[in-house]
């Protein structure tokens, strides 16, 4: 009876809040609050359990990848669309798709958490899979230091009753001390060592720059169970996996999201075994498109404006490297709420040399001064600071109505440019 009156109230508030436009979150939290064993009773009998995707840099590109391959092996794949990548945020996913009975029409879950707040939600059910991606210093108001998040990840591995998917590379978690006590089985994901340059860990983020990196293969043969991004060119990338060398021309923008891409597919053969069917993955991961907000491109009067999200310095960095400043109008909009992470000092570990010879044209945000500043000692130009980002948006589409657009945003800036170029874009059609 519990259970059936979360599912009823909790949809009841889901209808509510669509209606007004907002609050993904709050109907997982009334069912919660109901039912505190909705998740475990609505997701406990899954054919094929529960994947946990997490770690600091590309859990959404990476959980939406992962849902299209398994997909393209004829998978039923529930997961949190929205990005709400708290437990209460996966209640209110499964509020939209479960029937008045609790039941879920799906054969496996794959869900981005939060590193902190799958803590909770691995409590409540054990995951049969997780894919755990990277440590980097994010948000460090939030997790503190970057050894206590790969803690937290630990604990997300510890709990997982198959196989545990880890990013070979990275020094806290591609490591025997971090797998040696887990009962899982432990696979990899990883890059050749002619790309390392490339992918620096946390550790190695500030030795060397991005620039004159080698991408042919250089690197020995890897195991069986374990998947390789051996080289990129363009948008062309080469996986290794099972004994051989697989290229794919991606959709998918910036070298991280190739990286990105070698993790999902270590996730899926993992979870499909010697059933999975190679063509039809290849031609789902060469058709995933951008998530949300993540590379994305929205049309304005006909030209292109690509959104790209930065969080921390990492992140920020491979944005840089990936995308080609030349010929492109560059704004940049900094934002200091919750989900930004409130501390912004992250700025000053972030190298925007790559941004001098076209400048900035516009920076916006609640931290555009503190960005307008980083910039300047970075020798970048900039061509206008508004806080506003309405004002901003339009003042930046007016200046360069013409050619590529480039908008760096954090987080909430994102949605917020997100929107408002939606509300643009719209209003272009609708007078057309």
Not at 220 to 240: C, K, M, Q, Y
């Amino acid at each position: 009876m519990r259970h059936a009156l979360a599912i009823s109230v909790g949809k009841a508030a889901r209808w509510a809040t669509m209606r007004r436009g907002g609050g993904s979150a709050a109907p997982g939290l009334v069912a919660e609050r109901i039912d505190p064993g909705f998740l475990r009773a609505t997701l406990g009998d899954l054919p094929y359990g529960v994947v946990v995707v997490s770690g600091t840099n590309g859990k959404t590109t990476t959980t939406k990848i992962v849902v299209e391959l398994l997909q393209s092996q004829g998978l039923r794949v529930f997961t949190n669309r929205t990005g709400s990548n708290f437990s209460r945020g996966v209640v209110a996913s499964l509020l939209g798709e479960v029937d008045l009975r609790g039941r879920l029409a799906a054969d496996i879950a794959v869900l981005e958490l939060d590193e902190a707040h799958a803590i909770s939600f691995i409590a409540s059910v054990p995951p049969r899979y997780c894919l755990l991606l990277n440590v980097m210093r994010d948000q460090l108001d939030r997790f503190g230091e970057i050894d206590h998040t790969a803690r937290l990840l630990h604990k997300i591995a510890v709990a997982t009753q198959d196989t545990v998917v880890v990013n070979g590379d990275d020094p806290r978690i591609g490591v025997p001390a971090f797998t040696a006590d887990l009962t899982a089985s432990v696979r990899t994901f990883d890059t050749d060592p002619g790309l390392h340059r490339l992918f620096p860990s946390d550790d190695a983020l500030y030795s060397d720059t991005a620039e004159d990196v080698p991408t042919a293969p250089t690197g020995p043969p890897i195991n069986a169970d374990d998947t390789r991004l051996v080289s990129i060119e363009d948008h062309t990338a080469v996986f290794g996996f099972a004994g051989q060398a697989h290229t794919v021309q991606l959709q998918l923008e910036g070298v991280h999201n190739y990286l990105n891409a070698a993790a999902a597919i270590a996730l899926t053969r993992a979870v499909v075994g010697d059933r999975l069917d190679t063509p039809a993955l290849l031609r789902a991961l060469a058709a995933v498109k951008p998530a949300f907000g993540r590379g994305e491109t929205i049309m304005v009067d006909g030209q292109p404006v690509e959104l790209v999200l930065v969080k921390n310095p990492a992140g920020f960095r491979l944005s840089l490297a990936s995308f080609d400043p030349a010929d492109v109008a560059t704004m940049i909009v900094i934002n200091d709420d919750y989900a930004d992470g409130r501390d912004v000092s992250w700025l000053w570990d972030v190298g925007f040399e790559r941004l001098r010879e076209g400048g900035v044209a516009m920076v916006s945000g609640h931290r555009c001064w503190d960005m307008a500043l980083r910039l300047h000692y970075d020798q970048v130009g900039f061509e206008s600071v508004e806080e506003e980002r309405g004002p901003a948006l339009d003042a930046f589409l007016a200046a360069h109505p013409q050619g590529r657009k480039r908008i760096f945003v954090t987080y909430t800036a994102m949605l917020q440019i997100r929107d408002l170029l939606g509300e643009r874009a719209y209003v272009e059609a609708r007078v057309s």
